[in-house]
């Protein structure tokens, strides 16, 4: 059983002081329990199809929570377990207890769980599960089933243990989808600002367009029309514009009258 549980150690890659649960079904064959001493941590162990016929000298294992010893030799000696007070599920199954009254040194111990099936003692009468119930008040489930016969489900803690896990897993995701959603609710809310913030900036440039627009269109027209004249600069030009034209014409009626003058005068001479 030693050198069994030191390849247990090894394979886990832990000290045998610090396992917590040890399986040594069919691995090694023993008359009597040995090597166990070193378990301190040990909450779950399994010696079942060891050939074990003794429980004589069987380690003090404060820590040990359930004991599997099923399908091997044992027909008395249980008292050696009465001082495994934090015991709570027994397997004997399968050896030679022939007797209840072989389990009467264990009544101090507040167990949950036995199984006693495939023993001499286990005859499934009204009477033998009466009385084990009554042996052991906090007994739950006697040879797999409860006081009402109900069948006891396999792993019934593991799935609890699942289920709070699950619970737990949907918590962290609903709690991720919150804050997934404060984070899309907090960009939508930066887009929208940033989308306003675009809007007011293209309304500024527009604004900008037309006036630019509008000091284009003054500066053209100023251009064409020219810069702008004062009035008596105005008519003085006007009427400095008019007065070579205003001579020219009297001096073309002068010539005029001159030449009509001088034609009578040459007709008359010639006469």
Request: hydrophobic content about 30%; overall charge negative; glycine content about 8%.
């Amino acid at each position: 059983m030693e050198q069994a549980i030191k390849q247990i150690a090894d394979d886990f890659g832990q000290p045998v002081e610090e396992l917590l649960s040890v399986v040594l079904d069919n691995m090694c064959q023993s008359q009597n329990v040995v090597g166990l001493d070193a378990l301190a941590a040990c909450e779950e162990l399994s010696i079942q199809g060891c050939g074990i016929a003794s429980l004589d000298n069987f380690p003090n294992l404060q820590a040990l929570r359930k004991l599997l010893l099923a399908d091997n030799r044992i027909g008395g000696g249980l008292e050696n377990l009465a001082k495994l007070t934090n015991l709570e599920e027994l397997s004997i199954g399968g050896n030679k207890i022939a007797s209840l009254d072989e389990l009467k040194p264990l009544e101090g111990l507040k167990l949950t769980a036995i199984d006693l099936e495939g023993c001499p003692c286990a005859d499934g009468s009204d009477t033998y599960r009466q009385a084990l119930f009554a042996m052991f008040p906090t007994l739950i489930f006697l040879d797999g089933t409860d006081v009402d016969g109900n069948e006891r489900l396999i792993d019934d803690d593991d799935d609890e243990d699942e289920e709070e896990e699950e619970d737990f897993d949907d918590d962290d995701d609903e709690d991720e989808d919150d804050f997934d959603d404060e984070d899309d609710d907090d960009e939508d809310d930066e887009d929208e600002d940033d989308q306003v913030a675009g809007l007011s900036a293209g309304i500024d440039d527009f604004g900008s367009d037309d006036d630019d627009e509008d000091d284009d269109e003054d500066l053209g027209t100023a251009n064409l029309v020219g810069p702008p004249m004062d009035d008596d600069e105005d008519e003085d030009d006007f009427e400095g514009g008019e007065d070579p034209e205003s001579e020219d014409f009297d001096d073309e009626e002068d010539e005029d009258d001159d030449d009509e003058e001088e034609a009578p005068a040459k007709k008359a001479r010639v006469d």
